[in-house]
């Protein structure tokens, strides 16, 4: 028997937000109200569509960690490489753009004198450098107008910033350089939620600007592997080879992460059981789409031997879900990957 659409569209925001989110969110879902509840579902219908189809993920990280905390010295080499010494524009959070050495050095001293002032050495960390960027192909004008929109919604509240767009490259990538210090001098702390916070404005922002992008955490796709940081991939094409880094997991590595995706697995299973008595073809067909997806998931090339066995002898609970072959004209058409 078919599922009533406000159960389905809570089971959704439930195991949704424990699959995108931190864990334990899923809870917020009894908070709503019945139209809360809807909207809420639709958007995570969306979320889930874009990662079933892969959409090109976005990517914002906290760059120069240990060189942010040595102050003004720090501050002033890391606006000089983003810059290129002058050569590229920077924009700051009026919208001014700063070109050349000249204007450059007036940048570097407005921050050292103006505000709350940056020391020239410090134990603490004075100005946070950001890196948002985008796979190779993607429109860098929709990039630079997605991380300027960025910019001002996280930052705008009269705290110093610049960005710097850069073409030099094949992934589209902009700089933004924040001080820690607001105009109140409140510091900017961002804790992981943040960080996660930051990836989703960043894409809606490539969306608003007709760019498909994508924040779901690595663990909701199933991926274990961590690229190698930009060092590493610099020693390697001279043919050098790092001492610290290893490319292949350990044995012990791929079980501990094939053990840490339970949780994920679980969500896209309670999801999929749950869309597949949905009434509506389109779930139905995304209930199929989901269980392609979790299997081919490259987590699943280091699951152990045993664990395979025992879900091959495992009956599973709940609401049937169609299995990856199965593609009846119950379950709606046929979707091209």
Do not use: C
């Not at 976005?58 to 102050?71: E, F, L, P």
């Not at 790092?242 to 012990?252: A, E, F, H, I």
């Not at 009956?315 to 990957?337: F, I, L, N, Q």
């Amino acid at each position: 028997m078919p599922y009533p659409k406000v159960y389905i569209d809570a089971m959704l925001v439930n195991w949704g937000d424990r699959l995108f989110q931190e864990p334990l969110r899923h809870a917020r879902a009894a908070r709503l109200s019945r139209v809360g509840i809807r909207d809420e579902a639709a958007r995570m219908r969306a979320q889930i569509a874009r990662t079933l189809r892969r959409t090109p993920e976005v990517m914002v990280k906290i760059t120069n960690k240990a060189a942010s905390a040595q102050g003004m010295g720090a501050v002033r080499r890391h606006l000089r490489y983003i810059s290129r010494n002058g050569r590229v524009e920077l924009e700051d959070q009026n919208g001014d753009l700063i070109a050349g050495v000249d204007a450059l050095r007036d940048l570097t001293k407005a921050w050292q004198l103006g505000g709350w002032g940056i020391p020239e050495s410090s134990t603490r960390r004075e100005v946070f450098n950001i890196l948002l960027s985008m796979p190779p192909g993607t429109d860098r004008q929709a990039v630079r107008d997605a991380a300027r929109g960025f910019a001002a919604q996280e930052f705008g509240d009269g705290r110093a910033y610049v960005f710097a767009a850069h073409d030099d490259e094949a992934h589209p990538h902009v700089h933004l350089s924040v001080q820690v210090r607001g105009p109140d001098g409140r510091r900017l702390n961002p804790r992981h939620k943040d960080l996660q916070r930051w990836r989703e404005r960043f894409a809606e922002g490539l969306r608003e600007h007709g760019v498909e992008a994508n924040a779901t955490p690595r663990r909701a796709r199933g991926v274990t592997q961590r690229y190698p940081k930009p060092a590493v991939v610099h020693m390697t094409a001279r043919g050098e080879t790092p001492g610290y880094w290893k490319p292949l997991p350990t044995d012990v590595q791929r079980d501990a992460g094939w053990g840490a995706h339970s949780g994920v697995f679980a969500a896209w299973r309670e999801m999929a059981y749950t869309m597949a008595r949905s009434r509506a073809r389109e779930d139905r067909a995304m209930a199929v789409e989901m269980a392609y997806f979790v299997g081919g998931m490259p987590v699943q090339r280091d699951r152990p031997v045993s664990e395979r066995a025992q879900d091959v002898r495992r009956e599973p609970s709940g609401p049937a879900v169609p299995k990856a072959g199965d593609r009846s004209d119950d379950v709606g058409p046929d979707v091209e990957r």
